[in-house]
């Protein structure tokens, strides 16, 4: 089973940047997209960003558009998110995923299209 492994949460305050990154186990993963979700307190899983697995295709969430960057290096087997202008309603554990069931294919925005996840950092942002 592969594994990913997030890394880079913590407390930042708001308007300030955390880079989180997701590193996969298995050489495969530059053949699947990923994409990163949070969940907060109470609240279903929702989608941030995606990815293609050649990273040529991105996507966003309209509520972090313009501040977060979905970007991944294949040769790392890392995917990473940079967030920058966060705020308080980011707070948030994050997880990353992978669309292992295609390979080749693009992001998508239902976590139900990825079936290999990490186990997540928490980020909080203070006012």
């Known amino acids: 089973q592969a594994q990913l492994v997030e890394s880079g949460g913590g407390l930042v305050q708001a308007g300030g940047s955390l880079r989180l990154s997701c590193t996969a186990s298995?050489?495969?993963?530059?053949?699947?997209?990923m994409g990163w979700f949070r969940q907060a307190p109470g609240k279903e899983r929702e989608f941030v960003a995606g990815i293609s697995w050649s990273g040529g295709s991105t996507g966003y969430a309209d509520s972090v558009k313009g501040r977060f960057t979905i970007s991944r290096d294949n040769a790392k087997n890392t995917a990473y998110l940079q967030m920058s202008s966060l705020k308080p309603e980011d707070t948030a554990v994050y997880y990353c995923a992978t669309r292992r069931r295609v390979l080749f294919s693009n992001w998508a925005p239902s976590r139900y299209d990825y079936d290999s996840w990490g186990q997540g950092t928490q980020v909080t942002v203070s006012s």
């Open positions: 298995e050489r495969t993963f530059s053949n699947y997209a």
